[in-house]
């Protein structure tokens, strides 16, 4: 059977890369999705996700991931977690539970640390200078602190045609402490499900998560809606429907991929995603919003 691999953002080049090796050898989808997600959290120049991501008001990275697989819909995630070298991980650890499958702050840092999870002070120097220049400008009331920040969000198909799906995120810059976005929401930042297909999706997650955009757009591809199309409807519908009750909205992505491995794109901003298959190696694609 086909394999296929798509991830949000340039970020996850090296990633997918790494991912596309491990199913190109028969590996399965969810240790993909783990693999492409570690690297870019580990890397530490790419600035909102894992070590480096960028930090709350207070200067704390406080980090979400979520992970799930689309066999058995073991779901996992972490909000608001500190000092966890790979988020990812401790979200697919969760996601093997019954019970308690998804812990914030200091209740998922106590059962990363009983299981043995790498520790590791996620600030670095670079995020701390551009907090500090953020703050100042901030203050001088020149600039919004919510913007620049994007997640990971990878969705992985194996030749065993089995699907998984993960987000991992350091959130809105400037954040509130305890503040949660859509990336570890269950049908927000992700939903897969293998008889049909998965997605996941970046952007300001206040307004993700409204609309449960990755269900959507599965629920959308399970109807027969092919994935060229399903991402774009599930966001225009959801855009018409936030218009008429006269509410903004902020910047939305979506990636999908089918259980056949076709990919589709659903954005209302220029987004940049990378696909991989068994006919073609990791390629960055630009999408732009439809007219
Ligand atoms: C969040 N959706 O925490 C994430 C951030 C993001 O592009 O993806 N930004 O709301």
Known sequence: ????????WRMCLEGVQKA??????????????????KEVEDFPFYKSVGYGGLPNEHCEVELDAAFMDGDTFSFGAVAG??????PISLARRLSR?????????????????????????????????????????VREGNLSPYDGHDTVGIVALDT???MSAGTSTS???MKKRGRVGDS???????YVDSDVGGAAATGLGEDIMKG????????????????EKAASEALNRFLKKMSDKGRKVGAISLICLDKEGRWGIGTNVEFSFVVADEENGAKVLLARPEK
Not at 1 to 8: D, E, L
């Open 212 to 227: 449960c955009l990755s269900y959507e757009v599965v629920r959308l591809m399970e109807e027969g809606y092919a994935p």
């Open 1 to 8: 059977m086909k394999w296929a691999i798509i991830g949000t």
């Open 160 to 162: 065993l045609g089995s």
């Open 81 to 86: 977690v500190r000092d966890i070298k790979n």
């Open 184 to 190: 570890p929401l269950c049908g927000a930042g992700l």
């Open 20 to 37: 596309a090796a491990l199913l190109e050898k028969g590996g399965k989808a969810s240790d993909a999705v783990e693999t492409a997600i």
């Open 97 to 137: 539970e019954r019970f308690n499958i998804f812990l914030v702050g200091q209740g998922a840092e106590e059962f990363a640390h009983k299981n043995l999870f790498q520790r590791q002070n996620m600030l670095t120097e670079r995020a701390k200078t551009m907090w500090e220049i953020r703050m100042k400008k």
């Open 171 to 173: 959130g809105l810059f």
